[in-house]
């Protein structure tokens, strides 16, 4: 059974950065797509970033020139580096994992979430 561990989050200055991280486990082996998501108060949950094994990303425009997805040297954790931080970039943050041949940043082809990690950007 795959599970989605995932750290970081907090509170920051609008302007400021903040990074979370990701690390699926159980996944007999096999590379998937990592998402992340966020979800505001009162709003819907939204796709924003999402990275393929091969190295291929999207981006929503919403975060686009301000979020940086990457994993690291050993592929175990991917990173969700967050730039220029806004008051409306505050939320719950989810990273979750979908099979390979989704790469998409609709939630419903994810199978596996995180447990998700709060993000709140002051002004």
């Known amino acids: 059974q795959v599970q989605v561990m995932q750290f970081g989050g907090g509170s920051v200055q609008a302007g400021g950065s903040l990074r979370l991280s990701c690390t699926p486990s159980g996944s007999s082996g096999s590379r998937a797509i990592i998402g992340w998501f966020r979800q505001a108060p009162g709003k819907e949950r939204e796709g924003i970033a999402a990275l393929a094994p091969s190295g291929r990303v999207t981006y929503a425009a919403a975060v686009e020139g301000r979020f940086n997805v990457f994993e690291d040297s050993d592929k175990t954790t991917v990173y969700l580096r967050m730039n220029s931080l806004k008051p409306e970039d505050s939320g719950m943050y989810y990273c979750?994992?979908?099979?390979?041949?989704?790469?998409?940043?609709?939630?419903?082809?994810?199978?596996?979430w995180g447990q998700g990690t709060q993000v709140t950007v002051s002004s």
């Open positions: 979750a994992r979908a099979p390979i041949w989704r790469f998409t940043l609709r939630q419903e082809d994810y199978n596996a």
